[in-house]
């Protein structure tokens, strides 16, 4: 699976902010996707999920605020980021998991977001 994501930028605090990641695949036949994020001198961390099934997952620094979506015909999904803080600062990466005789990880090249205070 070849992820793309996008739409990372800069955006003042309190701001919003929606990336995109286009699968290479019917995103139906993908287990689960998910967003991470790294921050500067920080380890990667999961954000937020969804399933095959549409059910999404969020971490708590970001319950509330983020929201994942997806659509199926343009096999894209979304995370929108709400009242960002400098705290999300991040570079976000998409990832998907399948499962083909083995649980297998893709990853996307990641969007940089950066939050102003």
């Known amino acids: 699976v070849q992820l793309q994501a996008s739409g990372g930028g800069l955006v003042q605090a309190g701001g919003s902010l929606t990336l995109s990641c286009a699968a290479s695949?019917?995103?139906?036949?993908?287990?689960?996707m998910g967003w991470y994020r790294q921050a500067p001198g920080k380890e990667r961390e999961w954000v937020a999920g969804i399933t095959n099934d549409g059910t999404t997952n969020y971490a708590d620094s970001v319950s509330g605020r983020f929201f994942m979506s997806r659509d199926t015909a343009k096999n894209t999904v979304y995370l929108q980021a709400r009242s960002l803080n400098t705290e999300d600062t991040a570079v976000y990466y998409c990832?998907?998991?399948?499962?083909?005789?083995?649980?297998?990880?893709?990853w996307g090249q990641g969007t940089l977001v950066t939050v102003s205070s």
């Open positions: 990832n998907a998991q399948t499962y083909e005789g083995g649980w297998k990880n893709f």
């Open positions: 695949r019917n995103i139906r036949t993908i287990s689960s």
